[in-house]
């Protein structure tokens, strides 16, 4: 039995886990380095240095904390369509002065669909939304939180349908985003006392 990926959902509907929102405003720090200087109400010193973005993410926090008001700030995840993806990869292989061949992207696709790629996860196409959206790539490197009433008020304003990653397959990405944050290297095996 195959069970579907996605829903729509009503723009009015509350945000909830695995909600997929376009060209969401996200403000985040510049990469430049920042002069220290001594903050107090009439500093505004650092306003140079926050960066303002539409970036596509989704909803990692979980359902349950975002249904019973549990958390004031949402976190999201950036994700990225497959092509876009791929011109990426492409570009990297380019400047390494290597040649992407077809069966070095299908090799690198089967990766993500199987995991592999820790910081990253595969997600389905969706063929009933307007554009069709096509496989996305969820990447965990960049995560974002925004107070949870300025996104409420961002998606109810933006009037579109949003599209709702379903269980199990919120889960599995949930699941994926775990693994890359529990990712612990110890400096020196534990020693056998047995």
Request: charged share 25%.
């Amino acid at each position: 039995m195959s069970l579907p990926w996605y829903e729509k959902t009503d723009s009015s509907a509350p945000i909830s886990q695995g909600d997929i929102i376009f060209s969401c405003p996200i403000v985040s720090w510049s990469d430049d380095e920042i002069t220290p200087v001594k903050w107090d109400d009439n500093n505004r010193e650092f306003e140079s240095d926050l960066r303002k973005v539409l970036a596509d993410v989704i909803v990692m926090t979980q359902a349950c904390d975002l249904e019973h008001n549990k958390v004031k700030n949402v976190l999201l995840c950036p994700h990225y369509s497959l092509s876009s993806v791929k011109e990426q990869v492409l570009k990297s292989q380019v400047e390494k002065g290597q040649n992407l061949t077809e069966k070095a992207w299908r090799r690198y696709c089967e990766e993500l669909k199987n995991g592999f790629n820790w910081n990253l996860s595969l997600l389905n196409p969706y063929k009933d939304s307007v554009p069709e959206m096509e496989h996305r790539v969820v990447d965990f490197h960049e995560v974002y939180t925004v107070p949870k009433r300025t996104l409420e008020s961002f998606v109810n304003a933006d009037k579109n349908t949003r599209i709702r990653l379903l269980p199990p397959y919120r889960e599995h990405l949930s699941q994926a985003f775990a693994r890359y944050f529990m990712r612990v290297g110890l400096p020196e095996n534990i020693t056998k006392a047995w």
